[in-house]
Nanobody, 113 residues
Framework: VQLQASGGGLVQAGGSLRLSCAAS????????MGWYRQVPGKQREVVAHITSTGNTMYADSVKGRFTISRDNAKKTVYLQMNSLKPEDTAVYYC????????WGKGTQVTVSS
C-alpha cells in the first residue's frame, strides 16, 4: 500500500493550497484518513481526520480555515487550506488507517509573511 501526497508549495500569507493524497495497492478502504504536519525539531501533529462516513476532526489551530474531504471510490483524501499563516509552514503527511496506519512521504508547505 502506498500513499502519494501532492499539492504542496510556496504561498503568501492569506493564500490557499489544496493537498491531495491518493492511495494505491492492495487495500479496499481506510476507516480513517487524515493529515498531519511536522516542523524540524517538533513532533508530528494531527491537522485533521475524516472517517469513512464523513465525520471530521480538526486541530484547534486550523478550525475554520482548513477543510478535509475524501473520495472513497478513489481512495483519496484532500485538504483545502485557506487563510494560510506562516505558522502553517511544515511538511504535511497523509495517513490512512485500516488495522494499521499507512503514511505518505510528505509534501512541503511554505507560507511566507
Amino acid at each position: 500500500v502506498q500513499l502519494q501526497a501532492s499539492g504542496g508549495g510556496l504561498v503568501q500569507a492569506g493564500g490557499s493550497l489544496r493537498l491531495s493524497c491518493a492511495a494505491s495497492g492492495n487495500i479496499f478502504s481506510f476507516n480513517v484518513m487524515g493529515w498531519y504536519r511536522q516542523v524540524p525539531g517538533k513532533q508530528r501533529e494531527v491537522v485533521a481526520h475524516i472517517t469513512s462516513t464523513g465525520n471530521t476532526m480538526y486541530a484547534d489551530s486550523v478550525k475554520g480555515r482548513f477543510t478535509i474531504s475524501r473520495d472513497n471510490a478513489k481512495k483519496t483524501v484532500y485538504l483545502q487550506m485557506n487563510s494560510l499563516k506562516p505558522e502553517d509552514t511544515a511538511v504535511y503527511y497523509c495517513m490512512g488507517r485500516n488495522l494499521r496506519d499507512y503514511w505518505g512521504k510528505g509534501t512541503q508547505v511554505t507560507v511566507s509573511s
